[in-house]
């Protein structure tokens, strides 16, 4: 009877990690609000990425506009037209890029700034932890919209300044939950074990921390960008996002400066908002369906 | 194994060294948030005054148009307003001040500050917060319905709704409601004005008036609270559900209560912790929901001044909004840590 | 004569994702007033859902079938404002893990104070603090304590003020489900003590669940042994304890080593293999995968429990040759 070979340890751990992969999959499906969600986002995603495709860029250009002003939806304009004679179709299509984009790599920032930081916190402790911590209580406490309103205003109006804007003020709360993660690891044995056997900070955090917190980071990313979209679609519309891109939410402002409400024009103020609710929606969607996930303590049958 | 007889004197010990833990827990927790609270408004004020002199713009340039263009008139105006002086030197100078009650003078409004913030802060507090309390005591109700009959067809309804709404930006909300309940929709008239505080003949202080304000009000309040519910309605069914399987509402139900008893009595105060908590991290929403719905409102409160003084920038008048609003926020964490601290023992200690 | 409860053929089936799970197979019992019935086994046979049964708080999604009968009453089909009345003033249970089964934000005494004033709303306050004062002394603590909250309390007072709380209505059974588990075993002799006292003094029937064979037959009258949802020994508790008649009673008794008796520290008996998956039950006598005594048989028809003594009843086909 010939002997199945022993796998190295590096295989079982990859088999290992591909079966949870596959159940965790398997778990996410089974939640369909996470599914709609998904299925919403990539549709999303894929008008975005295929801007060019579905909308002629011609259409953003004031200059090139052939349609009247403020003209409700007919066979050439399906959604209307704008202020400017533009196709608010167009603006639609072109828009979700600018929104997408924002709030991806505003996420992208702070969310490191916020792993970095409540990792060194929780990690480390002493002074540099406390005063970290207290620095992140103290951010949290400044609201929101009014900082970020400064700091765009200070560093002018650029799609880059947007993100950085919207990046910075926004990383304190997931800080405080990498922090409050980080020490609940420390508190479990293995992390003395492994350091009686010499490991340095390196390994620990590599080995032992990280792939403890990641999965709480990625759940928590999801619904940050949600939060990110929004931030970006109300700072647009307060005029201080980039006046040469058209976003969901400088389609608002200019929805909202002519007066497309008093005059009825609810082809250019309604598609927008839809749009921005359905990407929040789905996002937030998919952020409590990895949560439930990847949190075991969620999962209540 | 044989059973050991009760020793009194165990007995006793053991009672004893609970009995030292207690008392005086509450007072000592309270203490440490108020602290706490403190050194956070210190952190703010130092932001709060450093943060404006990096703002661009000349105070001198904007407003004094067409009338400060010798250079020596812009000194003067630099000096008149303490504008020349080191920047060390003016935030010493505005620790002082602040002691005494004073903000600063507003280049735009030629008032001082502290006038003018109390002007604006009663139309933002009424709508504020009608706003909180409307859309805590619905909302918490809504969580607690929808938790306790998780997956029902209510549950369902609530949760989707809420989830919605909480998706939406407020302000997007308060133009549809705009276009539906004041401009009005196809042969439906148009109910409420479109903005203002107040109807131009109104006096405020008659019955009259203070309907009228109330009629301005309603539009701008439901806004708030429906943006508002959806947050503590969400949190509030998350807590529960989280308490649903525990043991302790196994004996409560072991005792004889009814489902409702069971829910309120012994649920609902364990669920309403993490809510709580919760609910104070979020409060950086309520100022930004503040802001941008009194901007489509036109409610003359601190968020539309906000808006007018950046323009300038006004930095006494922006540095007093913005410390207010700071200590706003904070002041409701204290608030909504010492709720917590009464709610929950386990602090205490 | 079981004249206080009877428990007959009872059957619970889970419903899970994965398919019923039949928890508690046709369980037959009685307790009568006065007596201690000590129910064993490992976890998993069905002792704490047949305890959590008896007062109707299994899962909604959970099927019964059979009687329980308290007094004569058939708990199963109550009506919901019966059942509600005959819990805790009829019978109470003190559950394990004090911590968790008790209310971390109020207090002890209000707590213990809650079925009284549920059940008996004519008592004034002052007699209901009276009361709770009384019971906590009962149960071997101050009556100051009942100011403290759950978490202010060592584990063995929590577990004391759980016993006092199940008394408050001077119910006439009282289940215990694994009262002393979480407990270190000075305290739990304390607390073992305080319970069975107390039981003895009023003259109540107590069900005692436990995995500790030894504590039931130190407490217990008669012990039923359970085993995969099924009563697979019952009798008099120091009989099933020293001279067990199924083999898995016997391998639950063994592997509590016996102090001072060198030949248990020297081969230590525990039972190899794990209790079955309910949800893909043996055919046949559900233990004879483990059992020592196993035979082609066994395998052929589930084992009914029956009287193999005068008053022992065992559910084993090699029970009764020698």
């Known amino acids: 009877m010939a002997e199945a070979p022993t796998l190295t340890s590096r295989q079982l751990v990859r088999r290992r990690r591909r079966a949870a992969w596959s159940r965790g999959w398997a778990e996410f499906r089974g939640n369909r609000g996470g599914l709609v969600g998904l299925v919403v986002l990539a549709l999303f995603v894929l008008i975005a990425v295929g801007a060019p495709l579905l909308a002629d860029r011609s259409g953003l250009e004031v200059t090139q506009a052939t349609g009247g002003v403020l003209e409700p939806p007919s066979g050439e304009f399906w959604l209307g037209t704008d202020d400017n004679g533009r196709s608010v179709l167009t603006l639609l299509i072109w828009g979700a890029r600018i929104s997408l ?23 480390f402790g002493g002074f540099v932890g406390a005063a970290l911590f207290r620095v992140t209580e103290w951010f949290l406490a400044i609201p929101f919209l009014p900082l970020a309103i400064v700091l765009a205003t200070v560093l002018g109006r650029s799609l880059l300044n947007i993100v950085i804007v919207i990046g910075v003020t926004s990383w304190a709360g997931t800080a405080l939950l990498i922090r409050s993660q980080v020490l609940s690891i420390k508190e479990r044995a293995y992390l003395e074990r492994s350091r009686a056997l010499g490991a340095g900070h390196g390994h620990l955090l590599r080995r032992h921390v990280l792939p403890n917190v990641v999965p709480l980071v990625f759940a928590n990313t999801t619904l940050c960008v949600a939060v990110a979209i929004l931030s970006e679609t109300t700072l647009s519309f307060l005029g201080l996002g980039d006046p040469t891109r058209v976003s969901w939410g400088s389609m608002l402002d200019d929805a909202y400066s002519v007066g497309a409400i008093t005059t009825g024009s609810w082809w250019f103020f309604v598609p927008p908002g839809v749009c921005v609710v359905l990407v929040v929606l789905s996002f937030t969607l998919v952020g409590q369906a990895l949560e439930a996930v990847l949190n075991p303590k969620l999962r209540k049958r | 194994m044989s059973t050991v007889a009760a020793d009194p004197a165990a007995v006793s010990a053991e009672a004893g060294s609970g009995r030292r833990r207690r008392g005086g827990g509450y007072g000592r927790y309270a203490g440490a948030k108020v602290l706490g609270s403190l050194g956070s408004l210190a952190f703010m004020l130092v932001v709060n005054f450093f943060l404006f002199r990096v703002l661009p713009g000349d105070p001198a340039r904007t407003l004094g148009r067409g009338r400060l263009s010798t250079p020596e008139q812009v000194a003067e105006f630099n000096a008149t307003y303490g504008l020349d002086q080191p920047m060390l030197q003016q935030f010493w100078t505005f620790l002082k001040n602040l002691v005494h009650g004073d903000l600063g003078y507003s280049i735009l409004y030629h008032r001082d500050v502290s006038e003018i913030l109390l002007d604006r802060l009663w139309p933002t507090l009424l709508l504020v917060g009608s706003a909180t309390v409307l859309a805590a005591t619905l909302g918490v109700w809504l969580g607690i319905r929808a938790g306790w009959a998780r997956g029902s067809t209510f549950d369902r309804f609530s949760t989707s709704t809420s989830l919605t709404l909480y998706s939406m930006p407020e302000w997007w909300l308060g133009l549809l409601l705009i276009a539906a309940l004041s401009v009005g929709v196809g042969p439906l008239p148009g109910l409420f ?20 304000t109330i009629w301005h009000l309603t539009l701008p309040v439901l806004t708030l609270t429906l943006a508002y519910l959806a947050d503590y309605a969400l949190i509030m069914r998350g807590s529960l559900v989280d308490e649903v399987g525990s043991d302790y509402l196994t004996t409560a139900r072991a005792k004889g209560l009814r489902d409702v008893q069971v829910r309120g009595r012994h649920a609902v105060p364990n669920a309403l912790l993490p809510t709580t908590t919760v609910v104070a991290l979020n409060f950086g929403f309520v100022v930004a929901g503040a802001i941008t719905v009194e901007t489509i409102f036109s409610i003359p409160g601190l968020g539309l001044l906000t808006t007018d003084a950046l323009a300038v920038p006004d930095y006494w008048l922006l540095q007093g909004v913005f410390l207010l609003a700071s200590a706003g926020v904070i002041l409701a964490n204290l608030g909504a840590n010492l709720i917590y601290g009464w709610l929950d023992p386990r602090v205490r200690t | 004569m079981s004249d206080l409860l ?20 046709g369980v037959t019992l009685g307790v009568d007033r006065g007596e201690v019935l000590g129910i064993a086994g490992e976890s998993g046979c069905g002792k704490s859902t047949l305890a959590s049964t008896i007062l109707r708080l299994q899962p909604a999604s959970a099927t019964v079938d059979g009687r329980v009968l308290m007094d004569g009453e058939d708990v199963v089909t109550m009506r919901w404002g019966d059942l509600r009345t005959l819990r805790w003033a009829g019978a109470s249970i003190v559950f394990q893990g004090a911590l968790h089964s008790l209310n971390a934000v109020r207090r002890v005494g209000q707590q213990i104070a809650e079925p009284i004033r549920l059940h008996e709303p004519g008592v004034g306050d002052a007699e209901v603090d009276r009361r709770v ?41 009282v289940i215990a489900d694994e009262p002393t588990t979480a407990l270190d075993v000075m305290v739990q002799a304390q607390v073992l003590d305080v319970l069975t006292t107390l039981v003895r003094e009023a003259g109540l029937g107590m069900i005692f669940i436990s995995h500790d064979l030894a504590v039931l037959a130190e407490v217990s009258d008669r012990i039923a042994v359970m085993y995969a949802g099924r009563v697979v020994e019952q009798g008099p508790a120091n009989l099933v304890f020293t001279d067990p008649l199924h083999p898995y009673a016997a391998a639950l008794g063994a592997s509590f080593p016996r102090v001072g008796d060198p030949a248990a520290r020297y081969a230590p008996a525990g039972l190899a293999g794990d209790p079955p998956d309910l949800r893909s039950l043996p055919a046949g006598c559900s233990f004879a995968p483990r059992c020592p005594r196993a035979v082609d048989a066994c395998t052929a028809a589930e084992p009914v429990l029956e009287l193999k003594r005068p008053t022992r009843a065992a559910a084993c086909i090699r029970v009764g040759e020698s």
């Open chain 2, 193 to 212: 004005p479109t903005g203002g505080l107040h109807s131009v003949d109104a006096d405020p202080g008659t019955l009259s008036g203070v309907l009228d």
């Open chain 1, 101 to 123: 984009f924002v709030g991806l790599m505003a996420t992208l920032i702070s969310m490191l700034i916020g792993t970095v930081v409540g990792l060194t916190s929780g990690y």
């Open chain 3, 133 to 173: 004062g009384e019971l906590l002394e009962q149960v071997g603590l101050p009556a100051a304590r009942a100011k403290a909250y759950p978490h202010q309390l060592s584990g063995g007072q929590r577990q004391r003020v759980m016993i006092a709380m199940a008394l408050a209505c001077r119910p006439d059974l």
């Open chain 3, 6 to 25: 009877r428990i007959e053929d009872l059957s619970v089936t889970y419903a899970t994702q994965e398919g019923p799970v039949p928890a508690v197979r």
